[in-house]
C-alpha cells in the first residue's frame, strides 16, 4: 500500500483537527508513529516535544486492510 507524504501546513493542520495517526521519518527510519499536536511552518508538535519539519518526513499512517 502506498503512504502519502504530507508536506503542506494545510494537510498537517487537517490531520491535528482530525485526530489522524502518522509516521514520522528521519533518515529512512520511522522515529515517530502517533497524533501530532501542533503545526507550524518550522515544527510539528507531538506529545512528548517536537520535530523540525525541515528534518523529516511525515507520512500518513497506513491502515492494513483485512480480506474477508
Known amino acids: 500500500m502506498k503512504k502519502y507524504i504530507l508536506s503542506t501546513t494545510e494537510q498537517l493542520?487537517?490531520?491535528v483537527s482530525n485526530d489522524v495517526?502518522?509516521?514520522v521519518m528521519i533518515e529512512g527510519e520511522i522515529d515517530y508513529i502517533g497524533k501530532m499536536t501542533?503545526?507550524?511552518d518550522e515544527i510539528?508538535?507531538?506529545r512528548d516535544?517536537?520535530?523540525l519539519?525541515?528534518?523529516?518526513?511525515?507520512r500518513l499512517k497506513s491502515?492494513?486492510?483485512?480480506n474477508k
Open 63 to 66: 491502515k492494513k486492510r483485512i
Open 13 to 15: 493542520r487537517l490531520c
Open 38 to 40: 501542533k503545526v507550524t
Open 44 to 46: 510539528v508538535g507531538i
Open 21 to 23: 495517526v502518522v509516521e
Open 53 to 58: 519539519r525541515r528534518n523529516c518526513i511525515i
Open 49 to 51: 516535544g517536537f520535530y
